[in-house]
């Protein structure tokens, strides 16, 4: 008998953590990596009588996601609180959002599909439990408790761990355009959880979904997705029941483990949170929002395809970073030459990255040192070698180019006599080598060329040379 053939269904539970100054519903520093239990106040501790202050930035930062993603924003949001118990919550509550989100019915469009988003939310984010298995104990950090989040929670409409990598590749470059987050995952700025559940291929009727957490990489949630799945088709395959629950991937071991039962709304008994009105958002205040968006990934990427005549591999690549795509376009602009700008870029600028280990957002050098050196190469004033170590400087330390090059005299000679007497001495002190570039052996010729460089102690411009000993050695033939 044939083995029955499955389909996987899949809907996200996205967490981005918000890059505000200040936390959603208190005064308190947002900062990573800050000393334990120093970012805290009576609000986001949760002390009687202390009472939140809505962050203004946070909605402003859900409208621009929602309308980021196509969603219909609400004109009146309220807050309500999740009642839960654990030792990194406080208040013994969360102030999240049920009834009434500030973004519904969105999607985004992958891979030649439309991924329908539910909803998405605002809420607070809580503390951090810090696990000491040599003494047995554990220890709380509060600094997180109360950094504004927002969901966004999926249809299930996904099918394949491609497909779910493409929508959260996706609505990370969405947030990092709009500058609301770095969702760096291994930091905890981005979190995803994925429900997931297996049907029969074809059947209408949905399988049983569970629900895992501890994914810190696209890699992790992939290779979670495939663990999954054949974990409940066995289950189903050998008789037995896929359970509702939450379950926890171990990455170094490729496998999931049980942590509850899955909740459901009514467990955490939500009722409209009391100490904050609802929030109304008028269509002044969407419409200036909506004014502001920047110019996102993919239509940028077409721009600088179409404006610049880069290839369209290029064009996604100096895309990839916002901070990025404005250095290569600034930089273009000065220097007049586009297709020369991407070709450093691409080349050098993201060779000098990989080997600093830096991201894109940390260059600081100015477009106009960048484009001042392009020029110059192309105007021969300094030859390739020597314009990669002053790239380096300027990406490094944003140095003046033509100063730097004049100060270390790394300008290329163009005074064409002193070329000319360079390369009569090496054709004179080398005759057996000019002999055998008579006799057909072309290879030599790169020897010569290298003498020349030699003699000019590297400031000639190789083509300059190239010409003028083929000039000469010509008269040999």
């Known amino acids: 008998m044939a083995k029955k053939q499955y389909d996987t269904v899949i809907g996200l539970e996205v967490h981005i953590e918000l890059s505000t100054e200040t936390k959603i519903f208190c005064g308190c520093a947002?900062?990573?990596?800050?000393?334990?239990?120093?970012?805290?106040?009576?609000?986001?501790?949760?002390?009687?009588?202390?009472?939140?202050?809505?962050?203004?930035?946070?909605?402003?930062?859900?409208?621009?996601?929602?309308?980021?993603?196509?969603?219909?924003?609400?004109?009146?949001?309220?807050?309500?609180?999740?009642?839960?118990?654990?030792?990194?919550?406080?208040?013994?509550?969360?102030?999240?959002?049920?009834?009434?989100?500030?973004?519904?019915?969105?999607?985004?469009?992958?891979?030649?599909?439309?991924?329908?988003?539910?909803?998405?939310?605002?809420?607070?984010?809580?503390?951090?439990?810090?696990?000491?298995?040599?003494?047995?104990?554990?220890?709380?950090?509060?600094?997180?408790?109360?950094v504004p989040l927002i969901e966004i929670v999926s249809e299930p409409d996904m099918e394949t761990a491609e497909e779910v990598i493409a929508y959260l590749e996706k609505l990370r470059m969405l947030c990092l355009y709009l500058g609301i987050s770095d969702c760096k995952l291994q930091e905890g700025s981005m979190r995803v959880d994925v429900n997931l559940s297996v049907k029969e291929a074809g059947s209408e009727t949905l399988g049983t979904r569970t629900e895992m957490k501890n994914l810190n990489s696209f890699k992790a949630i992939a290779r979670a997705i495939a663990a999954e799945r054949e974990r409940q088709i066995m289950r189903i395959e050998s008789g037995q029941e896929v359970v509702q629950e939450t379950r926890r991937w171990d990455d170094a071991e490729g496998v999931s483990y049980s942590m509850?039962?899955?909740?459901?709304?009514?467990?955490?008994?939500?009722?409209?949170?009391?100490?904050?009105?609802?929030?109304?958002?008028g269509r002044e205040w969407i419409d200036g929002i909506r004014n502001r968006q920047p110019e996102f990934k993919e239509e940028k990427a077409a721009r600088f395809t179409e404006e610049y005549g880069i290839p369209a591999y290029d064009a996604d690549i100096l895309t990839q970073s916002r901070h990025l795509a404005t250095l290569f376009e600034e930089t273009a602009k000065r220097s007049g030459l586009p297709k020369k700008t991407a070709n450093w870029f691409m080349g050098e600028l993201l060779r000098l990255l990989k080997?600093?280990?830096?991201?894109?957002?940390?260059?600081?050098?100015?477009?106009?040192?960048?484009?001042?050196?392009?020029?110059?190469?192309?105007?021969?004033?300094?030859?390739?070698?020597n314009a990669k170590e002053v790239f380096a400087k300027v990406v490094e330390a944003d140095v003046a180019p033509l100063s730097y090059m004049e100060q270390r005299g790394l300008m290329s000679l163009s005074d064409e006599g002193v070329l000319q007497a360079a390369v009569d001495e090496v054709l004179a002190e080398y005759p057996e080598i000019v002999e055998e570039y008579r006799s057909g052996k072309d290879k030599v010729f790169g020897f010569l060329v290298g003498q020349v460089m030699k003699k000019t102690k590297g400031k000639a411009d190789p083509g300059t040379v190239n010409g003028l000993l083929r000039k000469n050695l010509s008269r040999f033939a």
Not at 31 to 49: E, S
Not at 104 to 131: C, P, Q, T, W
Not at 365 to 382: N, Q, R, Y
């Open 30 to 146: 947002t900062k990573f990596g800050a000393m334990p239990n120093t970012q805290t106040c009576p609000v986001c501790t949760g002390m009687p009588g202390s009472l939140p202050v809505l962050n203004k930035k946070v909605v402003e930062a859900a409208i621009a996601l929602g309308l980021a993603t196509n969603s219909r924003i609400s004109r009146r949001t309220i807050f309500d609180r999740k009642n839960y118990f654990y030792p990194d919550n406080p208040q013994n509550y969360q102030i999240s959002q049920l009834y009434v989100p500030v973004c519904r019915d969105g999607f985004l469009e992958i891979e030649n599909k439309s991924v329908r988003i539910h909803e998405m939310h605002m809420e607070e984010d809580a503390g951090k439990l810090v696990h000491d298995e040599a003494a047995g104990i554990s220890l709380v950090d509060y600094n997180r408790s109360g």
């Open 260 to 281: 509850r039962s899955k909740e459901d709304s009514k467990d955490y008994r939500y009722f409209p949170e009391p100490d904050i009105p609802p929030v109304l958002i």
């Open 355 to 385: 080997e600093s280990g830096k991201e894109p957002e940390e260059l600081t050098f100015s477009p106009k040192h960048a484009a001042d050196l392009i020029v110059a190469v192309e105007e021969g004033k300094i030859n390739q070698a």
